[in-house]
């Protein structure tokens, strides 16, 4: 047999082969190479996420106290209790006489909030009134007054009979 002859069908074994055995795996890496890519990719978006994620957490920890000033200032329920006693605190470092407290019949709902509407009667000096409003500003709770009625006892100078009408604020959930 001829030299040529022998070197042509060994090349020709080769291609063939090539395109059945060699061709095909090509396919597949390239196939494992997009795929490689793709995972990357997840992973870095996965970890930037993650990372997203922990610091938002180091956020929300850091601002945990004024998260719970927002939240006593507008608390999620109506908390009563927590109005009563802040209102008769507030009458009593005054030196204001607590006579009645008396809430609206329904919080009514003002967009995300509920107002909570209270009557209050109180026995003393314009200084006293002074010094409860004062306290109530400074109140981490929120109040609005939304009128005062004072009037002068008779037959006591200095004396006041006093009527505030104030509105208190809660979320709406």
Same mark, same amino acid.
């Given at each position: ?10 090349? !020709?074994?080769?291609? @063939? $082969?090539?395109? /059945? ?5 090509? *396919? ?6 997009? +795929? ?29 106290? !004024?998260?719970?000033? @927002? $939240?006593?200032? /507008? ?5 009563? *209790? ?6 008769? +605190? ?84």
């Amino acid at each position: 047999m001829n030299k040529n002859l022998f070197a042509t069908i060994l090349i !020709s074994a080769e291609l @063939i $082969l090539f395109f /059945l055995v060699v061709l095909p795996r090509f *396919d597949d890496w390239s196939a494992a190479r997009e +795929a490689h890519t793709q995972r990357t990719a997840l992973l870095a978006d996965t970890e930037a996420a993650q990372k997203n994620i922990v610091k938002l957490n180091q956020d929300y920890v850091g601002q945990q106290a !004024s998260i719970n000033k @927002i $939240l006593l200032a /507008l608390p999620r329920k109506k908390q009563l *209790d927590y109005l009563t006693s802040s209102l008769q +605190a507030a009458a009593q470092q005054s030196g204001l006489e607590l006579r009645s407290i008396s809430f609206g019949d329904a919080a009514k709902k003002k967009g995300e909030y509920q107002v909570i509407e209270m009557h209050i009667e109180l026995f003393g000096r314009y200084p006293a009134l002074l010094t409860m409003l004062g306290n109530l500003e400074q109140s981490l709770r929120l109040y609005d007054v939304s009128r005062i009625q004072v009037s002068e006892l008779s037959g006591s100078t200095g004396s006041l009979n006093i009527t505030l009408d104030l509105v208190a604020y809660s979320l709406s959930i």
